[in-house]
């Protein structure tokens, strides 16, 4: 990027805060807004009905490893970046309406764009400071030392591409004239075979205004999305996201709506030891993604330092990767229809 901002915990000046942890965090799911205005009722329930059976699997297998008072919270995260002209009450009162008639429980709602910006909230206080959530994680990217390389490309925290390897272009001659050979491109660290993959970050985009904004990528906001779920973010030595109790009615906009909604009063820590999504299966790439870009950012040392002795003090071991603290279950499609009579009182796909 071409904002020379540089985000730093600046630890030597401020005391990190730790969080609140649970043992487990279970993401019940994620749809595109699209899917949640289209009327496809049907698809949302044939999900939560099988994620709500899963929720329950996951918890009794915290219990086993944890003990009876394992700490489990259940999250699902609003696709309002991608959506922000929505309308959330009817949003909100169909996602969770359908969740309590599957028995899902909920226990906390997060918007995507809150890993874009967030709201710095003090003691449960709004300050009236945002956070640019998304430049400061961007800051913390270190790309793959790929040499040697002809310096056609920019570095990729300019250019807004990230890779796990090096790119067939970075093999091409830099001497002028000069037809190059093709060689593929190259995973580093890969066994037998490569499996490359480059991901997209962000891009420019020209507002109605004529001015230039970036427009940041699902996998690169997912990937914020799952370093807050594990407790890794701070600003100025706080937490980023603080959970706010549900109001009494949802806001006119997303905007105004806190980045994580507490649902659940009695519910155990938002940020987690371990997070684990349940997807539908057209989430695989981005969780791909996800992965790659988090073995490119550089967490501040005292936070994870404080993770791993919370970890320990509860005899539990902490990986330091934190790709290593994620589980995924990507949910197939595969739904047995319903006799006529039955499926008659199913809402219809528009």
Same mark, same amino acid.
């Given at each position: ?53 899963? *929720? ?47 028995? %899902? ?19 449960? =206080? ?57 060689? =593929? ?57 603080? /959970? *706010?109790? #549900? ?46 870009? %988090? ?19 509860? #005899?539990? *071991? ?28 199913? /809402?219809?796909?528009?």
């Amino acid at each position: 990027m071409n904002d020379a901002t540089v985000y730093s915990e600046a630890t030597e000046q401020v005391q990190v805060a730790g969080v609140e942890l649970a043992h487990l965090s279970i993401e019940t799911g994620h749809f595109y807004m699209k899917n949640l205005t289209n009327g496809d009722d049907a698809t949302i329930r044939a999900h939560f009905k099988r994620v709500a059976k899963l *929720v329950d699997l996951y918890t009794e297998a915290a219990k086993a490893d944890f003990g009876e008072s394992a700490r489990v919270s259940t999250c699902f995260l609003i696709d309002d970046y991608f959506g922000p002209n929505t309308d959330p009450t009817e949003i909100l009162t169909k996602v969770l309406d359908i969740a309590n008639d599957c028995e %899902l429980r909920i226990d906390y709602l997060a918007r995507e764009a809150g890993c874009w910006e967030t709201p710095l909230y003090v003691d449960g =206080h709004l300050t009236g400071q945002q956070i640019k959530l998304a430049e400061m994680v961007a800051s913390w990217l270190v790309a793959e030392p790929v040499q040697p390389t002809t310096g056609r490309r920019p570095p990729d925290v300019e250019s807004g591409w990230l890779c796990n390897g090096r790119r067939s272009s970075e093999h091409d001659s830099d001497q002028a004239m000069q037809v190059p050979e093709y060689r =593929h491109p190259k995973e580093l660290g890969s066994r037998e075979h490569s499996i490359f993959l480059d991901v997209e970050l962000w891009n420019k985009q020209i507002g109605k205004d004529g001015e230039e904004n970036t427009r940041w990528s699902c996998p690169f906001l997912a990937s914020i999305w799952q370093l807050l779920r594990l407790g890794m973010v701070r600003y100025e030595g706080r937490a980023v996201v603080e /959970p *706010v109790p #549900r109001a009494a009615s949802w806001p006119k906009s997303w905007w105004e709506m806190p980045s994580v909604v507490q649902l659940n009063p009695k519910a155990a820590p938002f940020a987690a030891y371990q997070a684990l999504s349940i997807l539908p299966q057209s989430y695989l790439n981005i969780e791909h993604a996800v992965r790659t870009i %988090l073995d490119h950012i550089v967490i501040d040392q005292e936070v994870l330092d404080k993770t791993i002795k919370r970890g320990a003090d509860e #005899r539990i *071991v902490i990986p330091r990767e934190v790709g290593q603290r994620l589980s995924h279950v990507f949910v197939d499609e595969v739904v047995k229809r319903l006799p006529a009579a039955e499926h008659a009182i199913l /809402p219809t796909p528009s």
